[in-house]
């Protein structure tokens, strides 16, 4: 219990520090010229195969912990 306590403390560490990093530059064109041309770039979306694979990740912990608890 110990372990996971710790695992999430990390994880919320992490993505609290991760927020209060400055931004990129926002002067640059995706063409490599000074001024920009054409659509910028898009980032990826979390499409449903992504959130998918999170759901079954989740629930194939839970099932471990069941299991390691069980026995």
Avoid at 33 to 50: L, T, Y
Wanted: hydrophobic letters at 40%; proline letters at 11%.
């Amino acid at each position: 219990m110990k372990k996971i306590v710790v695992l999430f403390a990390a994880i919320i560490c992490f993505f609290t520090l991760s927020s209060f990093a400055p931004p990129g530059d926002p002067g640059s064109s995706p063409t490599g010229g000074d001024s920009p041309v054409g659509d910028p770039p898009v980032g990826v979306p979390i499409d449903g195969g992504a959130i998918t694979l999170l759901v079954a990740g989740a629930a194939y912990g839970v099932k471990q912990m069941k299991k390691k608890k069980k026995a």
